[in-house]
C-alpha cells in the first residue's frame, strides 16, 4: 500500500459568525474528490453545542456556507461536509471531513474501528519520570462538575494514550501523545491523572505560561499588563494517519502548530533549556 503525505496548497477557508462577530481563516491541510481535512483552530467547538445555539461551532459554520454558497464552496462544487471525529474546544490541528456520504459512512468506520493512527503534541507542567510511558486508566463523566471528565476504574470507559518526551525544559515537557481509544478530554485527563497538566488547560489546573517566568531579568514595557504566552490548552493534533476510505491508499495529514505553541517553544528553548 502505498503511502501519500498531505501538501497544504488549497486556499483557505473563511467564515465568520454574526452572533458573536468573529472570524476564522482555516488552513486546508489535505483535498482530494472524497476528503478534506482543515486545520482547526483552538477554541472553536467542533460540533454545535446543545445547550448554546448561538455558540459558533465549525460544522454549523462550514454548513451555512454551503447553503450561502460561499466561494470556498462554489470553487470546490461542495454541497456535502460531514465529520466523523472530533477535537475538543481548546484543541487544534487536523480535522477530517468527508465530502460526500458514501466516503463519510467508511471514514465513520475507520474511527469506530479505532483505526487512524493519530499524534498530539502538548506542552506541559513538570517532566515525567520516564521518556516513553503510557496511562491506561478508565476515564467517565464528573459527578460533581458538569463538563469535566476524571479517572473512573469502576464506572469510566476503557482509555489509553502513549506518551513519549519530545524535550525537556526546566519545569515543563513537550511530549508526543497517542490516544489509542477516544474518549472526551482524554488527553488531557490522562496528563493532570499523572500530575502533569497541560499548559493553560484551566479546566484540569494547568496555568498559563508567561515569559517572566523563564526570562531571567524580565521587565515588563511600559508597565503594561503581559501577555500570556500560552493562554489556552496547549494541545494539537499534529499528524493522521488512516487507509483512504475510498482507495484505501495509505495517507498522512499533518498540521502546522499554532502560532503560540511555535513562540512559546522557542523562548522555552532560549531561556529554559536542559
Not at 18 to 31: A, D, G, N, R, Y
Not at 185 to 210: E, F, M, S
Request: hydrophobic content about 40%; overall charge neutral.
Amino acid at each position: 500500500m502505498s503511502e501519500r503525505a498531505s501538501a497544504p496548497s488549497a486556499p483557505p477557508i473563511k467564515l465568520s459568525s454574526p452572533e458573536t462577530q468573529e472570524f476564522w481563516e482555516i488552513p486546508v491541510v489535505f483535498e482530494d474528490e472524497h476528503l478534506l481535512a482543515i486545520n482547526k483552530p483552538s477554541r472553536l467547538l467542533t460540533s454545535p453545542d446543545p445547550d448554546d445555539a448561538n455558540r459558533p461551532s465549525l460544522m454549523k459554520l462550514l454548513h451555512a456556507g454551503i447553503a450561502a454558497g460561499k466561494p470556498w464552496t462554489k470553487e470546490r462544487g461542495l454541497t456535502y461536509l460531514n465529520n466523523a471525529h472530533r477535537l475538543d474546544f481548546e484543541a487544534s490541528g487536523v480535522l477530517l471531513l468527508a465530502k460526500n456520504k458514501p466516503a463519510f459512512i467508511k471514514l465513520a468506520d475507520l474511527f469506530g474501528a479505532d483505526l487512524p493512527h493519530r499524534t498530539y503534541v502538548t506542552l506541559v507542567h513538570g517532566t515525567p519520570e520516564q521518556d516513553e510511558f503510557e496511562v491506561d486508566a478508565p476515564i467517565a463523566p464528573h459527578q460533581i462538575s458538569p463538563g469535566l471528565m476524571r479517572v473512573e476504574p469502576d464506572l469510566g470507559k476503557a482509555a489509553r494514550t502513549g506518551f513519549k518526551v519530545l524535550t525537556k525544559f526546566l519545569g515543563f515537557t513537550l511530549l508526543q501523545c497517542q490516544p489509542f481509544t477516544d474518549r472526551i478530554h482524554q488527553i488531557r485527563v490522562h496528563l493532570y491523572h499523572v500530575h502533569l497538566p497541560v499548559l493553560g488547560d484551566a479546566l484540569y489546573r494547568g496555568n498559563k505560561l508567561y515569559l517572566s517566568q523563564i526570562k531571567p531579568k524580565y521587565r515588563a514595557r511600559d508597565d503594561r499588563e503581559e501577555r500570556p504566552l500560552i493562554s489556552s490548552a496547549a494541545l494539537h493534533a499534529d499528524t493522521l494517519t488512516l487507509p483512504h476510505p475510498v482507495t484505501g491508499e495509505k495517507i498522512t495529514i499533518t498540521a502546522k502548530w499554532p502560532k503560540d505553541m511555535e513562540v512559546a517553544v522557542k523562548y522555552l528553548n532560549l531561556f529554559a533549556g536542559l
